[in-house]
């Protein structure tokens, strides 16, 4: 390997190249170093800073001395080419389906631009981040550099900060005879949902417009689909809501003070538009569904406005050994998947991705993900006395939810990690038991009836459908309140229900009826990925607050709030699902610590996609099950107060039968 170190022969330079050799020669790496100390030519290759290296034509470090992880960075191989990496956009939105690894993608391109010698900014716009766990730093809401990865930098759209950034600056705005009765009806505006969501949107802007000058580049980091495409959508809605719009007031605030951030929205909507800006990244892995989705997401953009899309697929398996069962159905399962891609998607450039033996968890493991080389530090060895876990199957679950005859049963967990395919085989299990089921999900991307396939009797399937939501209820309070109102009081009323965030109060009111239902029958919620979850919880906080205010002292008032039904362990059963690897099980946790701030105490986790007991011999697989194995012990010591596994099973479970199959596996 050829390294260059430049610079005019001081201390820190023969440090530089003495780093450099002892790191290489304990790594095993032959290199050639040549010093270049002319001032000419160090300006010629571009070097503002010295000590600098260059690996080949790359410069790769400028000014001060390199870490020694920096160094082992530059060892290892290069980077495989990814079509988007060829010639990087400004802003890369990387965005998918739950579970395909988007934060491990997207982290890894950000360290691959700024081991270039690039400035870059890695922009989590996910509530349920685990950026932290992965690159072992705090998550702020002000860049953050990152250790070990000079030029990069990390940054968390933290809703509840935003949210109250944003409140102060509303509050601000307003003029100075404003009464402290009129400031305090703003707080109570500003205090709902979806003010959090346009808050974080607000700070995504101030990214887009222009406060993210200093960079080269701006990675995102997004929430699983369906929340991002609400994100994506908001700059069309809003600057569309404020067009003409300085009248009255919304949850937001004042209309008027909204109109001071319309040239900021539509910078933010001509930057996401703009090719030669932003490219997105959609990340599927070879599974009909992700693609499925990953086509949805495709043609949604594509009617927002974004037209540069690059496609990833992540996570391509290829058996090493032929004749290994197992190895041989996850390949074939793939190599199917992949045939039968819609053709929305075989448009578009694509790269592929191979599968991983380790976690992309640290530095070293980020790097490599990217290369055909194991991290710096090599893989994990198996250990013998690994801990099993000791999990009941799911159908013993079915059997205790059942014993209650009913109630409602919510089932959460990060993207991608089977929730739809938990919550139908439970709702299934229960309806063969002779009860009658509500299945429904609260999740914008749903995907109930690819995975049911069928009817059965006994079973009604419903979606909270954002878009059937907000008009039902706009027409509910058209017709309250329009009464009374003359035709120009009825149009500014239509005018404020036109709001985008009128959706998230719609939603709430829509989760409310449902969560109702479950005082007679069963039902069964497929909940959103986690961090849009844990947003509809916070609308559930805030609604029960207000209400308490509202009848505190009234004894003769009995009230019983969405959140009181979740927090009642006999009305509802909190289900956690995962998969046995670190970052769904550590977000899993992270979901139920924050459940239980709020007083809800989950009933159990299911781990599933287990191919610990399969037997299998092939080698990449085997290195992957230690992992799981390191996953089962964490739930097996504490974490889980009841644990059910569900198999890994040669053929995705979809449909009736197959479903039905899983509870019997």
């Known amino acids: 390997m050829d390294i260059k170190v430049l610079g005019l022969g001081c201390s820190k330079c023969r440090i530089t190249v003495e780093m450099i050799e002892r790191v290489a020669q304990a790594a095993g790496v032959p290199v050639t170093i040549t010093k270049i100390e002319s001032p000419e030519e160090i300006h010629r290759l571009g070097v503002k800073a010295t ?27 290069q980077p495989r080419t990814l079509r988007f990496l060829g010639q990087p956009t400004r802003h890369l939105f990387f965005t998918g389906k739950g579970g395909v690894g988007k934060t491990s993608l997207s982290t890894a391109t950000a360290l691959t631009l700024a081991d270039a010698g690039k400035k870059v900014l890695l922009v989590s716009t996910d509530a349920a981040s685990n950026l932290d766990e992965m690159l072992g730093i705090e998550l702020r809401n002000t860049p953050t550099p ?24 509303v509050l601000a705005q307003m003029e100075a005879h404003t009464t402290e009765a009129e400031r305090a009806t703003v707080r109570e505006q500003l205090s709902g949902s979806c003010t959090t969501e346009i ?75 703009d090719p030669l800006l932003t490219t997105v990244v959609l990340v599927a892995r070879a599974d009909r569904s992700a693609l499925a989705e990953a086509a949805r997401t495709s043609d949604e953009l594509r009617v927002l406005g974004l037209n540069h899309q690059q496609l990833v697929i992540n996570g391509v398996f290829k058996a090493t050994d032929p004749h290994d069962a197992v190895a041989g159905a996850i390949e074939a399962l793939g190599q199917q998947a992949l045939a039968s891609m819609p053709d929305a998607l075989r448009a578009l450039p694509q790269s592929q991705v191979p599968l991983r033996a380790f976690d992309t968890v640290g ?45 409602l049963i919510m089932v959460m967990g990060k993207g991608g990690v089977g929730k739809t395919t938990i919550a139908a085989a439970l709702a299934i299990g229960l309806v063969k038991r002779g009860h009658e089921v509500h299945l429904s999900t609260t999740d914008p991307a749903a995907h109930l009836a690819m995975t049911l396939e069928g009817e059965l009797p006994g079973l009604k399937v419903g979606r909270i459908d954002p878009k059937v939501e907000t008009q039902r209820y706009i027409d509910k309070i058209m017709a309250a309140r329009s009464p009374g109102l003359d035709e120009q009081e009825k149009a500014l009323l ?37 961090g849009h979850s844990l947003l509809l919880m916070d609308a559930t906080g805030a609604y029960h607050r207000q209400m308490t205010r509202e009848f505190e002292g ?26 046995p690897e670190v970052t769904p099980v550590s977000q899993a946790a992270a979901l139920q610590d924050d459940l239980r701030r709020a007083s809800i105490e989950p009933y159990a986790w299911v781990v599933n996609k287990s191919i610990l007991a399969a037997g299998t011999q ?5 290195a992957r099950l230690e992992g799981e194995r390191q996953q089962m012990a964490r739930l097996a010591g504490g974490l889980a107060q009841r644990t059910f596994a569900v198999p890994w099973m040669p053929q995705a479970p979809v449909g009736l039968e197959a479903l039905g199959r899983l509870l019997a596996s």
């Open 199 to 273: 808050a974080s949107f607000d700070e995504f802007s101030n990214l887009l417009a222009g406060d993210a000058a200093a960079y080269d580049h701006i990675v995102f980091d997004t929430a699983p689909t369906g929340h991002t495409l609400r994100l994506l959508s908001l700059p069309k809605a809003w600057s569309g809501f404020l067009k003409d719009n300085d009248r009255g007031a919304s949850c937001l605030g004042p209309h008027s003070g909204l109109k001071m951030q319309e040239e900021r929205f539509n910078a933010a909507l001509v930057a996401l538009c």
């Open 363 to 407: 530095l070293p493991a980020l790097r490599a993900l990217l290369t055909d080389a194991p991290p710096v530090g090599g893989l994990v060895r198996p250990q013998a006395d690994a801990p099993a876990l000791s999990a009941g199957h799911i159908d013993q679950l079915v059997e205790e939810l059942a014993a209650a005859g009913r109630g």
């Open 146 to 169: 990152v250790p070990g990865a000079p030029g990069l930098s990390v940054i968390n759209i933290d809703p509840d900060v935003a949210a109250e950034t944003y409140r102060q600056r």
């Open 494 to 530: 239509l005018e404020d229900l036109q709001s985008p965030c009128t959706e998230e109060v719609a939603v709430f009111h829509a989760f409310s009826r449902t969560v109702a239902e479950a005082r007679s029958a069963f039902v069964v919620l497929d909940t959103a990925p986690t």
């Open 51 to 77: 000590p600098a290296v260059m690996v080949g034509d790359r410069i790769v470090h400028s000014g001060g001395l390199p870490s020694h992880e920096a160094v082992l960075s530059w060892l290892q191989p």
């Open 554 to 579: 009234k004894a003769s008032v009995h009230v019983v709030t969405p959140l009181m039904r979740l927090q009642d362990a006999s009305y509802t059963r909190i289900i956690l699902v995962t998969l």
């Open 618 to 622: 092939d080698p990449l697989l085997k």
